[in-house]
């Protein structure tokens, strides 16, 4: 990936039709380019064969390939291969502690209330990204309570919340993947209920730009929840979204929704801002309209994050 990222667009697609005909090294499309991008397409080719050859096992063409550019590699006086380095920003003692204590005051369809949150561990995708690694959220032990001007409950609980979204390109072709598992409110018939579920889900990211991740993907939820017939009710939904980091913080939209075999649906538009202020504390506005049977809602929330040990 280091040494992908150095070559632009064409010079990528060179490196890939490197790896599949390595006599392509004496074309004059290759040795139009200068000495130092020629070595480290020479390099990237030859790394790549070597990863398919330990995830797909030894072919001629393969070995072939590697010798031929292994050949040409050693042609060259004083070979130079990039290594990959880091940023300070990526050290993880950086990034910011584990748990999370959260504050947040809003408006949920015409009705204010104040929330706590607490999070065990560890990193949301939303969170400073500094110390950790883009695209990657592991969440353990999340619980909220919200209150009202009448009323006290239990929000949300979140045994496990892990996201990995790992970009695809002609080398690469990772599923990306979501499971999460825990209770949380829901409107049915008019009227929050607290409802049981496991939701899971694979599909696809893509990384048009630096920083920037967009994805689908395809879920599957089973609820349980007193007010459906069944005792667990399964539902198939989709989970889409863009996802970008910046100097400034993280912006996060997204689409997402699911249809029950009992022909309920729910389908929301989502948006998250977040905006670290030091390592360790950051605000974010979060807002969400959700549709589904006779019902059209919009949330509103302030958050203050505060992490620690």
């Known amino acids: ?74 042609q060259y006086e004083n070979f130079i291969s990039l290594n990959a380095g880091f940023s300070e920003q990526q050290r993880p003692e950086h990034g910011h502690l584990s748990k999370r204590l959260t504050l947040s005051g809003g408006e949920d369809a015409d009705e204010n209330f104040v929330e706590v949150k607490f999070r065990m561990s560890f990193h949301s995708l939303e969170d400073n990204i500094n110390g950790f690694l883009e695209g990657a959220q592991i969440n353990l032990g999340s619980f909220s309570f919200r209150a009202t001007e009448d009323d006290f409950k239990l929000e949300h609980f979140d045994v496990v919340d892990i996201f990995s979204l790992t970009p695809r390109n002609a080398f690469f072709q990772p599923l990306s993947w979501r499971v999460y598992t825990g209770l949380e409110q829901q409107i049915i018939n008019g009227e929050n209920h607290l409802s049981a579920h496991v939701t899971g889900g694979a599909g696809v990211t893509y990384k048009p730009w630096q920083h920037g991740y967009t994805y689908g993907l395809v879920t599957l939820r089973l609820e349980a929840n007193s007010q459906f017939e069944h005792a667990i009710e399964p539902a198939l939904g989709f989970k889409s979204g863009l996802l970008h980091h910046f ?12 249809e029950f075999s009992n022909d309920e649906y729910r389908h929301r538009v989502e948006f998250k801002q977040n905006f670290p202020v030091s390592r360790n504390h950051a605000f974010d506005l979060s807002l969400r309209r959700q549709r589904q049977e006779h019902l059209l809602f919009t949330e509103a929330q302030l958050n203050y994050h505060y992490f620690f040990h």
């Open 1 to 74: 990936h280091h040494l992908l990222a150095q070559l632009n667009s064409q010079q990528t697609q060179l490196v890939y039709k490197l790896s599949n005909d390595a006599s392509l090294a004496e074309s004059e499309q290759f040795l139009s380019h200068s000495k130092r991008e020629q070595m480290i397409m020479l390099d990237t080719a030859y790394r790549y064969l070597r990863f398919r050859q330990n995830d797909e096992g030894r072919t001629e063409a393969n070995a072939r390939n590697s010798f031929i550019l292994l050949e040409k590699i050693n």
């Open 247 to 258: 100097s400034l913080g993280t912006a996060h939209l997204s689409l997402s929704g699911e």
